[in-house]
T-cell receptor, first 110, second 113 residues
């Protein structure tokens, strides 16, 4: 099974700082890379997604960067806020399933 | 996600007991999925279904069973054969069109009494 490797496992950032979460994948057949945000006791919700024919996508304070040659994509959260404290998952489709990274627990210090 | 309803929110299981988790959707999505979430383990796929009356095993199907009698419903039974059932269970749907995300319910937390 193809894997999606996510790092770091946990991350602490000062309010106003930049949070960076990285993912690496093995299969170049992937064509859609979503990021999910999950708050405690809730299901994951789509945060932002990118296709591999685009190198970067920005939505507000959230940016996905995609490096096809390195098979890596990353999530940047600019001006991180305490409300961004959550668990973040990267994912990639494989056939009729979606493969998830193991998640990054982000904590923003007030 | 308002379109996916999981119930109950909390569930307790006694030794040797089977319990069933409900997942209902009104998104008209073809595919439905069950995941198990443990701390530090991410989301692990238990079962999934792309069409009524058909389903496939995921990575950790042992000790679980499902049915898909209606497009809107995909219940998960945690059987007594599942020796470590304590976890957060998530149901998801997908429209089976390209470049679309999965949608998740708000989960059921199952614990052993």
């Amino acid at each position: 099974q193809q894997q999606v490797k996510q790092s770091p496992q946990s991350l602490i950032v000062q309010k106003g700082g930049i949070s960076i979460i990285n993912c690496a994948y093995e299969n170049t057949a992937f064509d859609y890379f979503p990021w999910y945000q999950q708050f405690p006791g809730k299901g994951p919700a789509l945060l932002i997604a990118i296709r591999p024919d685009v190198s970067e996508k920005k939505e507000g304070r959230f940016t996905i960067s995609f490096n096809k040659s390195a098979k890596q994509f990353s999530l940047h959260i600019m001006d991180s806020q305490p409300g961004d404290s959550a668990t973040y998952f990267c994912a990639a489709p494989q056939d009729d399933k979606i493969i998830f990274g193991k998640g990054t627990r982000l904590h923003i210090l007030p | 996600d308002g379109g996916i309803t999981q119930s109950p929110k909390y569930l307790f299981r006694k030794e040797g007991q089977n319990v069933t988790l409900s997942c209902e959707q009104n998104l008209n999505h073809d595919a439905m999925y069950w995941y198990r979430q443990d701390p530090g383990q991410g989301l692990r796929l238990i079962y999934y279904s792309q069409i009524v009356n058909d389903f496939q095993k995921g990575d950790i199907a042992e000790g679980y069973s499902v049915s898909r009698e209606k497009k809107e419903s995909f219940p998960l039974t945690v059987t007594s054969a599942q020796k470590n059932p304590t976890a957060f269970y998530l149901c998801a749907t997908h429209p089976l069109t390209e470049n679309q995300p999965q949608h998740f319910g708000d989960g059921t937390r199952l614990s052993i009494l």
